[in-house]
């Protein structure tokens, strides 16, 4: 499927691009060379293919769960407008 020139001035406007008379050739060559790779890729005989969760059958490498930097609590809180017992104190937004 290619596109023309007025589609892709109408796609274009439809997402409020500004594409100048320069861009829009450049543009169309681009979405249509998209819309090729999706025509290959829809070309590709998957029958009997199972379909995967994930392309990659690993696990996720977790890291040990340990405390990597000093507690700075009262730092920050010493230049914060209001603080009581160690917690925020922000003003009401809801009434």
């Known amino acids: 499927m290619a596109l023309e020139r007025t589609e892709v001035e109408k796609i274009a406007h439809l997402a ?10 450049h543009t169309t060559a ?3 060379s998209i819309l090729g790779l999706i025509d290959s890729m829809q070309a590709v ?3 009997g293919i199972e379909p995967l969760a994930h392309p990659l059958e690993t696990t996720q490498r977790l890291r040990a769960d340990a405390v990597t ?8 809180q010493a230049i914060a407008p209001a603080v009581e017992s160690g ?3 922000v003003p009401k937004v809801i009434e």
Request: charged residues 30%; aromatic residues 8%; glycine residues 8%.
């Open 45 to 47: 005989d998957t029958d």
């Open 16 to 25: 409020r691009l500004g594409l100048s008379e320069g861009e829009l050739p």
């Open 30 to 32: 681009t979405l249509n």
């Open 69 to 76: 930097e000093a507690n700075q609590r009262e730092a920050y």
């Open 87 to 89: 917690l925020y104190l």
